[in-house]
């Protein structure tokens, strides 16, 4: 098995969710795109776990999963928190505090 | 019946870790609390039980001075730096802990809101704010993050380094969204905050996963044995480092990673604005202590360029700015970016002397910051606390103790001799230049030249000023608010001039474990 | 030659110096071992700093008697400090250097920065100064303040004053020097801005804040590097060590510490600040501007003669800059028409002619010193009888229109005259003694800056004469509505003692207590031969000031003065009403980018004391104001931001790894 191709996709992956933050105004959708570059780090852990032969690559995932709920729970809480009070998820629209 | 093999129960060593465990066992009861107990005994539990757990928590972290080794498989180091780190933190969660109690500097409740789900200016909220609600989960949440620093700055793996990390900052997320007044700001600081810090926390895990493929393990000891026998894969390992870096840049407020920390300082509730300038900068400084000497410390001269630049943006910018600031809390945002600054120094010479006067200088710091935050929260105008430094306009005249303890701690930000601010960063400058650093130390010098000025500005605006109109309207806080200041202050002061025996201290845990 | 045998007979010659080369001495004794008063030392600057704290703290309570304890502690003081000088002229020379460990502050392993004091001969006669014109100007301020009804703050920040100053001759290492550094400057701020309803005052106190900052940086930084070099700021240590450090750290050190004492002493090219400071009260002006602080940038140079011995590039540089300033100085004062600005154009002058001393080496620093002491004693009784002048004319500063005024203001005039005996050279007042002393080194070390100080003292008696003239002698010139009177006892008496001070000095320092003999074994002497014959030359330096005092009384009291500044004049003069464009070199160099950056500090709304940082800010600021602007408030950019930082990062290891 060649994992570099492996490695490219995750590298690829880990990109595109930073891009995603940088672009999307939709709170929730940046917010996934930050899930996706968790997931990035999840497939290049499981594929050095592979490369080199130990199981704590593949344990980390799990981990990883475990702390990526928690975060869905406190986000999405703060987003909707957000949402009610103005009826918008952009992320543009909080910018009170500047400067 | 043939005997069974006897399994091999892995060896916990239950009192390294009991500060730990008690910390978090204690947030974990206090959700219990928050679910069982009747609403009017709750707050007096959960905060009788914050307390105990601290206290009993820093006198485990004292009959555990002296442990030198690792636990947990090798996952945490109970060692020198951890242990007088966690005891830095767990007495800054004391202070910080007294200022969320107060209830009598603003007339309808703490400093947090009555509930923070209900809607800014709904009903509900008036309602509930009128019968006088208190937020609890304030108490688990404030437990939580404090286990999670302990944890943080103690992990000897990338991965535990990354669940303590998330232990710490989730419930900050959380906590900074819930202030009483202003809940616009403090709404826009929760999310700010939590999409950045999630965003920082995606490129430390990448980074964790670059270093595996590296190194083939997580654990600072396998990392370490495989930067010195360097193979051919070092690209993968500077990768790392970068991004491992990046989150760590970002949790310190590091330039150009800083821009949530004023928003944020900003908008959260006063008390938590304090944890996080005091209590996260040493957790997170610990860590990063540990990261780049344990696990790189044998690569420092790769690394080290990206420091220097860091360094150099940080506390340039961080004076710069924080002179232009006509708010309080963003001041000392800008301020706490400086310092930032210029524990990078310490962190990137990797000398056992730069590790202690880092410490050193992590606790000053966090204490006088805990009683500057405390003071600032006494300054209020009829919506609440009034951060804009017009409101301290002749404070010097109308209020001279409170104006003297606050230009007491500015003036130990500021490293004026004779107080403690300024033996941390004498010996953080000395043992940097000493490791080789001398032109950093220079330009820090200056930087520190012009953050004085900042400082000073307030000092002056405060004795030198005439008030606006009837001069600055100062709440007078009760006993717990006042024992965080005169603490903070009796600190600031005595370690000012007696320094040597917290030195000492400093001294004798300048050793990380392996 | 009967002439010269003539002169020789009459007028004194001596000048105090040792009559051999002696050696600095820098073996200490501690406090216990000397015994007696010594041990009490730290009452010196503690008494008054209780005064400063009582009378802070206890606030309007203390308004009826506070300016009593504020005078009565800084008499404490000075009669301790008479106690030590006499218990210190028993002990035999080699153990006159006491030390007293206050408290430990040693930290960080090595490093030695104990709480210690030093009294040696350098720092008693310091401490006498400035306990003793400080007493007198406290008296002094009884009277002159005596409608102000924030008097008690004044007298709250002059015993702070006191305090930090004695704090700053009496500490033994450099770091505690710093603190008194620090210590001076914030009392000086607090007295230039004491009247801060006047614009003119705040600005000044501003402005000689910033400049000081400058001088300030350069302190701490010489600190540290000496930290580095020698890792001690001890004196004793730091001194024993410097023949072994290179000559290049030396002169940086050294350069840096001048550059600490320029700032403080208001030398070239820091020197803007000191006539705009003259916006204090004059009490202030008279202790802090002309007696004591400003001369603290000598005292530094002089005590840290172990380091500047061995660097001939920095001891050059403080000879270069004595030079410049001591012209400029006297220069400015002769074309500035108000009282306190000429005096201050001439303090400068003076100071410049201590650092000429100080920059001559071990030849100059005992003339150094004692120029210092006895302008500390003829400047101050001249701003005190200028204070006077002005307390009896509604506050009038301008000389123009004065005149005339020896029959209203008889005292003062006396002790305006025996202070322009003092200062203005003339045989066997102080400065016969002290600046020619300074002069006959000169002329044995470094023959141009030796011509120079001889032509400066010229102008030196110019400008004093023309300054006694215009304001007590001619033709009356004030307002109808001014009646000019003489001020209470309480103001004069402090100027009479002052007066002996201005006229015997002299005398009593060269033959009753040598002071060079005194100074000495701290500073270190070199026989220095002039290159005139020492007869003729005193005879010259004589005629020289005789010349500048023809020439003043010619030209300001036998013809009449205009009382309005007439502009048909020598573009010199233009130059010397304008302090030789000091400011506009200023402005243009801190204030038009200062003025460029309010653009971004909106929120300033010009309040006076804000502005502290405007001037400062200047080209920071204006980086600040503009790096405010990266804070967009949206999450995004943030993010933007963070990213371009990781592959800054990226970029910046891939790049170190290139090379």
Redesign the interface.
Same mark, same amino acid.
């Given at each position: 098995m060649d994992p570099s191709a492996y490695i490219i996709l995750s590298a690829i992956l880990f990109t595109i969710g930073a891009i995603g933050v940088l672009l999307r105004r939709n709170a929730i959708v940046v917010f996934m795109s930050v899930e996706m570059m968790l997931n990035a780090a999840n497939l290049a852990f499981v594929t050095f776990a592979r490369m080199h032969g130990n199981l704590e690559g593949q344990v980390i995932a799990f981990f990883v999963m475990i702390v990526a709920a928690a975060e869905v729970v406190v986000g999405l809480a703060i987003i909707m928190t957000i949402f009610r009070t103005r009826r918008s998820v952009s992320i543009d629209d909080p910018s009170l505090m500047r400067n | 019946m043939t005997p069974s093999a006897p399994v091999a129960f892995p060896d916990i060593q239950w009192l390294q870790l009991a500060p730990i465990i008690v910390v978090l066992g204690a947030a974990a009861i206090e959700v219990l609390v928050e679910a069982f107990a009747p609403r009017t005994s709750r707050r007096s539990i959960q905060i009788g039980l914050t307390f105990a757990a601290l206290i009993v928590a820093f006198a485990i972290i004292v009959i555990n001075a002296g442990t030198f080794q690792l636990v947990v498989a090798g996952s945490a180091a109970v060692d020198g730096p951890a242990l007088f780190l966690q005891g830095a933190v767990v007495l800054t969660a004391l202070l910080v802990a007294l200022l969320m109690m107060e209830r009598k500097v603003d007339p309808s409740g703490d400093a947090f809101a009555a509930r923070?789900?209900a809607? $800014?200016g709904s009903e509900d909220e008036r309602q509930f704010t009128a019968r006088g609600y208190l937020q609890t989960e304030i108490w688990p949440l404030f437990l939580f993050c404090t286990g999670g620093m302990m944890l943080f700055l103690s992990a000897n793996d990338l991965?535990l380094m *990354? #669940?303590g990390l998330?232990i710490m900052s989730?419930p900050l997320? /959380?906590l900074a =969204?819930m202030a009483r007044r202003r809940?616009?700001?403090s +709404?826009? &600081?929760?999310?700010?905050y939590?999409?950045?810090g &999630?965003?920082?926390?995606?490129?430390f %895990?990448?980074g964790?996963?670059?270093i595996?493929?590296f190194a =083939?393990?997580?654990s600072f000891g396998g990392i370490a044995d495989a930067v010195v026998g360097q193979s051919q894969m070092s690209g993968l390992l500077?990768?790392g480092?970068? /991004?491992l870096?990046?989150g760590m *840049?970002?949790k310190v407020a590091a330039?150009?990673?800083h821009?949530?920390a004023?928003?944020v300082y900003?908008?959260s509730p006063t008390p938590v604005t304090a944890y996080m300038a005091a209590g996260v900068k040493v957790a997170a400084f610990g860590a990063f202590l540990r990261l780049m000497y344990v696990a790189f410390g044998g690569e420092a001269w790769?690394?080290?360029?990206?420091f220097w630049?860091?360094a150099i943006l940080t506390f340039f910018?961080g004076a710069?700015? =924080? !002179?232009? +600031?006509?708010d309080i809390k963003r001041m000392l945002a800008y301020s706490s970016i400086a310092h930032a600054g210029f524990l990078l120094l310490g962190v990137m010479a990797v000398t056992p002397d730069s590790l202690s006067?880092s410490m050193f200088y992590l606790l000053t710091y966090a204490i006088a910051t805990v009683g500057a935050f405390g003071i600032v929260m006494l300054i209020r105008d009829d919506s609440g606390e009034t951060t804009s430094l017009d409101a301290w306009r002749g404070l010097g005249r109308t209020h001279?103790l409170l104006a003297t303890a606050f230009t007491i701690f500015l003036l130990s930000f500021a490293g #004026?001799? /004779?107080t403690a601010g300024f033996?941390g960063k004498?010996?953080l400058? &000395?043992?940097s230049?000493a490791a080789g650093e001398?032109w950093l130390?220079?330009l820090a010098?200056?930087a520190s &030249? #012009?953050a004085a *000025?900042?400082y000073?500005?307030v000092v002056? #605006?405060m004795f030198?000023?005439d008030p606006v109109g009837s001069g600055p309207s100062v709440a007078t806080p009760s006993w717990a608010t006042q024992t965080t200041i005169v603490v903070a202050l009796i600190v600031t002061v005595v370690l000012g %001039? *007696? $320094? +040597?025996a917290v !030195?000492n201290i400093a001294?004798h845990a300048d050793v990380f474990v392996r | 030659m009967s002439i010269l045998t003539a002169a020789q007979a009459v007028l004194p010659m001596s000048d105090g110096a040792p009559a051999e080369n002696v050696e600095p001495i820098t073996a200490t004794i501690t406090a216990a071992q000397a015994g007696g008063a010594f041990p009490l030392m730290w009452l010196l600057f503690a008494l008054p700093a209780v005064g400063a704290a009582v009378l802070l703290i206890v606030g309007r309570r203390s308004d009826r008697w506070g300016y009593l304890l504020a005078c009565a502690l800084p008499i404490g003081s000075f009669i301790l400090a008479c106690i030590l000088l006499a218990q210190m002229m028993a002990l035999p020379e080699a153990d006159r250097q006491v030390t007293l460990e206050l408290w430990n502050w040693t930290f960080a392993g090595s490093f030695d920065a104990a709480f210690a004091l030093r009294l040696d001969p350098l720092s008693i006669s310091f401490v006498m100064l400035i306990t003793g014109v400080g007493s007198l100007i406290h008296i002094y301020s009884i009277g002159y303040m005596a409608e102000d009804p924030k008097r008690r703050l004044f007298f709250a920040y002059l015993n702070l004053f006191v305090a930090a100053m004695l704090l700053l001759v009496l500490a033994d290492n450099y770091l505690l020097v710093y603190v008194g550094w620090e210590g001076v400057g914030l009392a000086s701020y607090l007295l230039v801005g004491f009247w801060q309803y006047k614009d003119s005052a705040a600005v000044a106190a501003k402005k000689a804040f910033v400049m000081n900052r400058v001088g300030d940086v350069g302190l701490s930084l010489a600190i540290m590097l000496m930290f580095l070099t020698f890792g001690t700021v001890t004196f004793s240590d730091v001194f024993e060590a410097a023949p072994e450090a290179s000559e290049t750290t030396l002169t940086i050190i050294g350069l840096l510490l001048l550059l600490a004492a320029v700032g403080k002493s208001a030398q070239f090219p820091l020197q803007a600040w000191l006539l705009d400071a003259m916006e204090g009260p004059t009490p202030v002006s008279a202790l802090i501007h002309a007696a004591t602080m400003v001369t603290a940038g000598v005292y530094l140079v002089v005590r840290s003669n172990a380091i500047f011995d061995l660097s001939t590039t920095a001891i050059s540089v403080v000879l270069a800059i004595g030079v410049i300033t001591m012209t400029m100085g006297a220069w400015i004062a002769c074309a500035q028409d108000e009282i306190k600005k000429s005096l201050a154009g001439s303090t400068m002058s003076q100071i410049g002619y201590m650092f000429l001393g100080a920059g001559l080496g071990p030849a100059g620093y005992v003339f150094a010193i004692f120029h210092l002491l006895m302008h500390g004693m003829f400047k101050a009784d001249l701003f005190l009888s200028a204070g006077s002048v002005m307390h009896g004319n509604d506050d009038q500063k301008n000389m123009r229109l004065y005149g005339g005024l020896r029959v209203a203001m008889k005292v003062t005039m006396v002790a305006f005259f025996c202070g322009f005996l003092g200062i203005s050279g003339l045989p066997p007042f102080d400065s016969w003694f002290s600046k020619d002393g300074i002069i006959d080194a000169a002329l044995g070390v470094n023959v141009f800056a030796g011509l120079v100080a001889l032509g400066v003292a010229g102008m030196t008696a110019f400008y004093m004469t023309r300054m006694l003239a215009m304001t007590f002698f001619g033709s009356p010139r004030w307002a109808e509505d001014q009646h000019p009177h003489e001020s209470p006892p309480v103001m004069t008496v402090p100027m009479l003692i002052l007066s002996i001070g201005a006229l015997f000095g002299g005398l009593f320092f060269v033959y009753v207590a040598p002071i060079g003999e005194w100074l000495a074994p701290v500073t270190g002497y070199e026989e220095s031969t002039p290159v005139i014959p020492e007869i003729p030359l005193k005879l010259t330096s004589l005629a020289i000031a005789i010349i500048g005092i023809a020439l003043g009384w010619r030209k300001y009291a036998t013809k009449d003065v205009p009382r309005v500044a007439p502009t048909n004049v020598t573009i010199l003069t233009t130059a010397g009403r304008h302090e030789l464009y000091g400011n506009a070199f200023n402005e243009s160099l801190f204030m038009r980018p200062g003025q460029y950056l309010t653009r971004w500090l909106v929120w300033f709304d010009n309040r006076s004391l804000d502005g502290l940082v405007r001037g400062i800010a200047t080209g920071i600021g204006d980086l600040g104001g503009k790096l405010r602007l990266w804070e967009t408030g949206y999450a995004r950019s943030y993010a933007l931001s963070m990213l371009g930082g990781a592959l800054l990062l990226g970029v910046v290891v891939a790049t170190a790894r290139w090379f």
């Open positions: - | 923070a789900s809607m $800014p991965l *990354f #669940i998330e989730l997320y /959380l =969204g809940r616009l700001l +709404q826009e &600081a929760a999310m700010k939590f999409l950045l &999630a965003f920082s926390s995606a490129f %895990l990448y964790a996963a670059l595996y493929g =083939g393990t997580v500077l990768g480092i970068v /991004l870096c990046v *840049f970002f330039v150009p990673f821009e949530w004023p928003d900003q908008g790769e690394w080290r360029p990206a630049v860091v910018v710069m700015i =924080g !002179l232009a +600031q006509s006067a001279p #004026i001799p /004779l033996i004498f010996t400058f &000395a043992s230049a001398g130390v220079l010098v200056i &030249a #012009i *000025f900042f000073l500005r002056v #605006i030198f000023s %001039l *007696f $320094p +040597q !030195l001294d | -």
